[in-house]
């Protein structure tokens, strides 16, 4: 997943960051980006390494001993809501991508339902999960799915972490999808996308592929690469807005 590999989704990210190209984001966003990427943003622990310790190496929001960019992307409990909107964000730009790139009229979009607002759940704790998205899909074949969309960022960028928050979601979801495949009968196929993406905007292509591919989407296509793309550029906005609230 290390964006020095071919297979991290690269070829979209790199043309967000070019300031001269048609898809070119603020100056501000991508300075932030480029320093995190670069592990050069100006958390303590790196004003603390870079002036011989001048400046204490504590979070000022926490009280942390260390404020690494670790602790900013993933640890930091006074930024913990901002993370959610930063994730929000790129599922936001997921969900709105899928629902224009597939047929109009064959796809309804909920937005972090609670399990019981699509339909009866008689077990309180099931009952309030919120998944990302529950998309209701009729596709070419007229068959109709319900799917559970699931995004989760990480700090990390190896195969196996990616991997290992792929099984993590699956395993916290298996109870809702059987209980979504009972309320909905033999006539509605119920099953589970988990979408992963670093904080530095890396993705296991082939994943991505994959899965963009069940919905009708070739990996080289217009409509593939366009979503890889706005979440992409959403997982940069997001950044920024941590950024903010940081300083």
């Avoid at 730009?93 to 609670?114: D, F, N, Q, S, W």
């Avoid at 990302?132 to 068959?143: F, G, M, S, V």
């Amino acid at each position: 997943l290390s964006l020095l590999q071919a297979d991290s989704g690269r070829e979209i990210l790199g043309p967000l960051l070019d300031r001269r190209g048609k898809h070119a984001l603020p100056t501000p966003m991508l300075r932030d980006f480029l320093q995190m990427i670069g592990n050069a943003f100006p958390v303590n622990a790196v004003i603390d390494r870079n002036t011989h310790g001048s400046v204490s190496s504590k979070c000022a929001l926490c009280g942390a001993e260390s404020e690494t960019y670790t602790h900013m992307q993933a640890q930091c409990t006074e930024l913990k809501g901002i993370r959610q909107v930063a994730h929000d964000d790129i599922v936001d730009a997921l969900t709105a991508e899928l629902g224009e790139r597939c047929e109009r009229g064959r796809i309804t979009v909920h937005t972090r339902p609670r399990v019981d607002s699509m339909g009866p759940c008689d077990d309180e704790r099931l009952a309030s999960y919120e998944p990302d998205a529950i998309i209701k899909w009729k596709d070419k074949h007229h068959q109709t799915h319900l799917v559970v969309v699931e995004f989760t960022r990480s700090i990390r960028e190896d195969a196996s972490t990616h991997d290992a928050k792929v099984a993590e979601k699956t395993q916290a979801y298996q109870s809702t999808i059987r209980h979504l495949q009972r309320q909905r009968g033999v006539g509605v196929k119920v099953s589970q996308q988990t979408f992963v993406m670093s904080c530095h905007g890396a993705i296991k292509a082939g994943d991505w592929d994959r899965q963009l591919a069940w919905w009708g989407m070739k990996p080289k296509d217009c409509s593939g690469f366009q979503i890889k793309r706005e979440c992409m550029k959403a997982c940069i906005k997001g950044n920024h807005k941590i950024a903010n609230v940081r300083r």
